[in-house]
């Protein structure tokens, strides 16, 4: 990578793994992509996301891949500030398009990909985001949760670990 970051975006796809926004030490926030080659041991930049971003989720659907979420430092006091915004980048065309934001900004959260839909989970939140109708809908969570709730799937269900 270009410069080291902490809480970047992280996705595999096809022979590469993406990496997004993130910040560092001192708090600057980033909107760049970069991407790894796994056949050449390369990286490679890519088109930057609209918005600065450190603590997003990056996943993939259908080829295309989402960042989610996230926080970005505010003029006020060098405070972050969370997003609900969501973008699709299309790694053919290079570009990002603006999707259907969340309900609730979020930033250090779980996301998943399940059964054609993506699932995030935050603090004492939980959204699933349907692609074929760019629309969030809000759900109680299924537990308490707390900041750094993680999401996995595996074998046909969702599990949801940690946060606090």
């Known amino acids: 990578m270009s410069e080291g ?3 970047v975006g992280m996705v595999a796809l096809n022979d590469h793994i993406y990496v997004a926004g993130g910040h560092t030490s001192n708090r600057s926030v980033f909107a760049t992509v970069e991407r790894y080659s796994t056949l050449t041991n390369e990286w490679e930049i890519m088109a930057p996301m ?6 997003l989720e990056l996943v993939h659907l259908d080829g295309y891949l989402y960042a989610i979420g996230g926080a970005d430092r ?4 060098g405070r972050f500030v969370h997003r609900k915004t969501m973008q699709r980048y299309d790694p053919a065309k290079n570009e990002w398009t603006s999707m259907a934001s969340m309900e609730t900004a979020m930033a250090w959260f779980g996301s998943t990909v399940f059964d054609g839909r993506i699932y995030v989970a935050g603090k004492n939140t939980f959204e699933v985001y349907d692609p074929t109708t760019d629309e969030w809908q809000v759900f109680p969570p299924p537990t308490e949760c707390g900041m750094g ?3 996995a799937t595996f074998n046909g269900r969702i599990y949801s670990i940690g946060g606090g």
């Open 74 to 77: 505010s003029s006020y006091e």
């Open 5 to 7: 970051k902490k809480s």
């Open 149 to 151: 709730r993680r999401l």
């Open 50 to 55: 609209e918005h600065h971003r450190g603590g």
